[in-house]
């Protein structure tokens, strides 16, 4: 650097005191070469920093004043563009490209080849469609690039190839600016007759290092003559192409290779190596190849240690508080506005409530999951205002006078009111669908700039970019668009502002420096780290331009660039960057894919700097792989080199070293309890960790706790999995229940069974009532009309997500009707259903039976518990009753060998004896008997049929209540021994079942346990 530096001073003593305007690609490169200057203690005058396109507007001012024309922002010729395209394709106008979906990625590709036919000097009447491999495709895009004119005159704008057309003028007056260009400076046909004319083809040349045995990819740099003094001297690397006319003279900069196990493990590595080695932030800076993933990644990671990082080319917007938000936004209207959607943005979304009276965040969550919303932003305000109905209801109905504000009932009053009125004033300005069902994208983009200028949080200087990045292109949008599209091109092309980057910076002092290797040649920081050099990403595949092909750009001529060969331009600048390294260079590459499951080889250039390293120009890539030994990792090789807490306990606990229990007591008791309770698990004697709860008994017996009232399921699942019991039943750990979408399902399982049961239900009341028997050919309508009235309310209920989803359901559950009539037909021969949906120990109308009571189950030893439960159905024949419980599933489990299934299938046997003890207690007979007991399987899925079970058995089944008791009064609350019931289980997570080894599990099986798996 310090030659270049040496360099530019000369060209400053030339003209000390005039002015002098350094020509760069970019400002910022230009900002870090005069940062450079200053740190060597050049201090130049009247220096001004542009690019040739300030310089070209600088030209024009006076003309697009008076014209009054302006120049096209980027995003808003892209937006033009994509609605050009967009109109010839909906109106058939299109050839080639009529089948293609017009999309904001399509529409920028064909706009970029456009804009640079045209900065190469190529104008529609120069280009041929006869150049093309496809006539019909040079058509399309001539008549593309027309209409795209057209709008550019209509509105006013010209974009960057017309400014320079109109900056190239020989009325250019002269000047005695110094103008400094550098070497490698890349231009298009226009911008070099720009320069030429605005410089007299009088400049001053900043030359850069050239890489030798690479041809030069600038076309600047082919045109101008290398300096007198070879700056190429500068170090040995600028040689890696031509090794053999290396000076061995030259001395070769500290250099260091290493390969990695995945991309976050390299960047890993890389801190670890800085952290090592003590390298000060402000002097060491990481380049990458390609942007993604590095950027992203290292953002992150240097999030979480805090470091002090800038990144050049800035950062994405969804890393900011605006841009969670913005995307966020974007997501919840796009999937029909789902509270599974809107929940993230209360959570880390960047949503900021600044009302005062506004609910907490965990509030709002807790209501909002606990309604009956789902999705649709039309439900949010119908379901809070039910929900509020139904609360002030509950307060009138108990007599409650709530006076304090501060009582539960009131707050959660208030809460729902504020909820209402903040969705009725989020979708205030939502725009209405026109006649055909489009939406106005200008007044969609300005719901959002509502949303984000109300809700957005700016807590830095990144978020304060983004949220002015956002609301600018939104601002954009809603003054500019207001044609109607379907909201699916609304949310595509609205989606193109997540992808932004924002607060670009660059390198400051104290902070470490991220960037594009291209961008390092103008940074002087002495210590580099380049990651990214696979082969796949370095120089990358040889993908040409998919609108110009680059046997097409042979043909147009103009010196279009091919595409087929930018790998070489990529070599020609990381080599050029390389040679002006100045203090360590490090580089890496990635020698697994963690996504794809597979090895990685390294790029080229990695082996060209193997052989320099080595002097021997006869290595290859197996030497190279062989040399950079093993792949670095998740574990650090030294407890030293380890970045945080998480990377010390991965090298300590794989190091074979002892850990230091007591320190660890000591610092981290819960770790320390962790630890001695897995030691415990793998021990022989069945532990607390396995599931013998320390409890008190009495609380847990319900032969002696009567107040514990227990239902068929609970007993059905302390027989299933006692472990799953105690997490629910005792813990009260009860999953959340959430309305969730699914585009290709309206109802879930448990809603589908319940919508089942109403309709049977109503259906044989209106039976009972008429005094008739079904039939399928005498009541199939009615019983579809009676469904398809439920349904109805369903809907009402619970949106379907779309209507052939609906129509598919609703078939089903018709269908399902028909397979239950059918059955039901048969059945009635020697049976008349009485009873239906009896309940005992909970509220129910019971068919004029009034409330019954818990019933009270007697065991031989002379204990007694009591029982709750639902009965579906109550069946009279000649010889007794028969109970029945509708399955909406499929028969899978319930077997003709399983009577009780281990324990897991119960109902059978304790909804009988309810059904004797209630109709004897009612005074319906003296002496009821149940003969019979069952599940019906009433669905298509089902295909109507009945699992019978006989009441013969009813010794084992108390045998198998006692079990069960011995469970609960000595606290055995162990894990299943079978995994099948595992499948369906709400507590896989907690459970962990799967990690424990073989033997943790057999100890499980205690006596009481091991006797209730032999009733089968």
Request: hydrophobic share 35%; with cysteine; proline share 5%.
């Amino acid at each position: 650097m310090k030659a270049l530096i040496n360099q530019l001073d000369s060209i400053f003593k030339k003209n000390p005191l005039g002015e002098k305007v350094l020509i760069v690609p970019k400002f910022s490169a230009g900002r870090q070469l005069i940062d450079g200057c200053t740190k060597s203690g050049l201090k130049p005058l009247n220096l001004k920093i542009m690019t040739l396109s300030g310089l070209a507007e600088e030209v024009c001012k006076q003309m697009l004043f008076r014209s009054k024309r302006s120049i096209i922002p980027t995003a808003l010729g892209q937006e033009l563009f994509i609605g050009i395209l967009k109109n010839l394709s909906d109106t058939g106008k299109l050839t080639y490209f009529n089948c293609l979906e017009v999309t904001p990625g399509v529409s920028r590709v064909i706009y970029n080849a456009i804009n640079e036919l045209k900065m190469q000097e190529l104008t529609m009447d120069k280009v041929s469609p006869t150049k093309f491999v496809n006539t019909a495709k040079g058509e399309d895009i001539l008549h593309i690039w027309a209409e795209y004119e057209k709008e550019l005159q209509s509105r006013g704008f010209l974009d960057l190839s017309d400014l320079y057309t109109e900056a190239i003028t020989p009325k250019m007056s002269a000047t005695s600016r110094t103008y400094i260009v550098l070497s490698n400076l890349k231009l298009t046909s226009l911008e070099r007759d720009f320069l030429e004319l605005l410089t007299k083809r009088d400049y001053e040349v900043f030359h850069l290092p050239r890489p030798k045995g690479i041809a030069a990819y600038a076309p600047l740099e082919n045109n101008i003559l290398p300096v007198e003094k070879d700056i190429s001297a500068l170090n040995k690397l600028l040689w890696l192409y031509d090794l053999p006319n290396a000076s061995a003279n030259q001395q070769v900069l500290p250099v260091e290779l290493f390969r990695s196990y995945g991309e976050s493990n390299e960047l890993n590595e890389v801190l670890r190596k800085i952290k090592k080695r003590e390298l000060p932030f402000d002097q060491t800076a990481i380049y990458y190849t390609t942007e993604g993933p590095y950027a992203p990644l290292t953002f992150t990671l240097t999030q979480e240690l805090n470091l002090p990082v800038t990144f050049g080319s800035g950062i994405n917007i969804r890393f900011t508080s605006p841009g969670r938000l913005y995307h966020g936004l974007l997501t919840w209207a796009e999937n029909g506005f789902r509270v599974s959607d809107f929940i993230p943005l209360l959570l880390n979304g960047g949503l900021n409530l600044s009302d005062q009276d506004a609910p907490s965040k965990l509030s709002i969550i807790r209501l909002l999951r606990n309604s009956s919303i789902g999705w649709g932003k039309e439900r949010y305000a119908t379901e809070l205002e039910k929900a509020i109905s139904l609360l002030e209801q509950e307060i009138e109905d108990t007599g409650k006078q709530v006076r304090d504000s501060d009582s539960f009932m009131q707050s959660k009053l208030l809460s729902l009111k504020w909820l209402k009125e903040f969705f009725v004033d989020i979708f205030d300005l939502f725009p209405e669908p026109n006649l055909v069902g489009n939406f106005s994208y200008g007044k969609f983009a300005g719901w959002l700039l509502k949303l984000m200028h109300n809700f957005s949080l700016v807590k830095n200087i990144a978020d304060g970019d983004a949220k002015k990045v956002i609301c600018e292109h939104l601002l954009m949008i809603r003054d500019w668009f207001q044609e109607g599209m379907e909201l699916k091109e609304i949310y595509s092309r609205l989606s193109v502002i997540s992808e932004k980057q924002v607060n670009a910076s660059n390198p400051k002092p104290g902070y470490l420096h991220v960037d594009h290797y291209r961008a390092g040649i103008y940074i002087d920081r002495p210590h580099v780290f380049v990651v990214g050099l696979d082969a796949n990403r370095f120089p990358g595949s040889r993908i040409e331009d998919p609108i110009l092909l680059d046997v097409e750009r042979e043909n147009l001529g103009y010196e279009l660039p091919l595409r087929g060969l930018r790998y070489k331009e990529k070599t020609y600048d990381l080599v050029q960057f390389l040679g002006t390294v100045s203090g360590s260079l490090t580089a890496s590459y990635t020698a697994f894919d963690t996504a794809e499951n597979r090895v990685v080889f390294p790029a080229a250039v990695l082996l060209q700097l193997y052989r320099l390293l080595t002097g021997d120009e006869t290595q290859d890539y197996s030497d190279l792989i062989k040399s950079l030994g093993e792949r670095k990792g998740f574990i650090p090789y030294e407890p030293e080199e380890a970045l945080g807490a998480t990377e010390w306990w991965l090298y300590q606990l794989t190091s074979g070293k002892k850990l230091d229990l007591t320190s660890i007591k000591s610092l981290y008791p819960a770790l320390y309890n962790g630890l001695q309770a897995d030691i415990k698990k793998q021990g022989v004697g069945l532990t607390v960790h396995d599931g013998l709860v320390k409890i008190d008994g009495a609380m847990l017996d319900p032969t002696v706790n009567h107040n514990l009232i227990l239902s068929c399921s609970e007993l059905e699942t302390l027989a299933k999995c006692p472990y799953s019991y105690f997490l629910r039943y005792v813990l009260r750990v009860v999953p959340r229940e959430e309305l969730t979408y699914d585009p290709n399902r309206w109802l879930d399982s448990k809603t589908k069974g319940s919508l089942f049961h109403a309709i049977f239900y109503k259906f044989y009341r209106e039976l009972q009532e008429l005094g008739a028997k079904p039939g399928l050919v005498k009541h199939q309508n009615y019983l579809f009309e009676l469904a398809d009235e439920l349904i109805t309310l369903q809907r009402s209920e619970v949106p379907p997500p779309n209507e052939l989803v609906f129509e598919q359901d609703r078939r089903n559950l018709l269908d399902s009707c028909r397979v239950f009539l059918r059955s039901e037909e048969v059945e009635a021969q020697n049976s008349h259903p009485e009873y239906f949906e009896l309940t005992f120990g909970m509220s129910g109308d019971n068919a004029g039976l009034g409330e019954v009571e818990a019933i009270s189950i007697t065991m031989p030893n002379g204990g007694r518990f009591y029982l709750k439960g639902k009965i579906d159905r109550v069946d009279k024949t000649s010889a007794g009753y028969k109970v029945w419980d509708y399955k909406t599933g499929s028969t899978y489990g319930y077997s003709d060998r399983e009577h009780f299934k281990g324990g897991r299938q119960l109902q059978h046997a304790l909804y009988p004896l309810a059904v004797e003890q209630i109709f004897l207690q009612k005074g319906i007979s003296s002496n009821p008997k149940v003969i019979e007991s069952g599940y019906i399987f009433p669905t298509v899925k089902g295909e109507g049929k009945r699992v019978l079970r006989s009441q013969v058995k009813r010794d084992s089944f108390y045998e198998i209540l006692d079990q069960l008791l011995v469970l609960l009064t000595q606290g055995i609350y162990v894990m299943t021994e079978d995994d099948n019931d595992c499948t369906f289980c709400d507590y896989a997570e907690a459970c962990n079942r799967s990690s424990r080894e073989p033997q943790s599990l057999q100890k499980m099986m205690v006596d009481a346990f091991r006797r209730l798996r032999s009733y089968a």
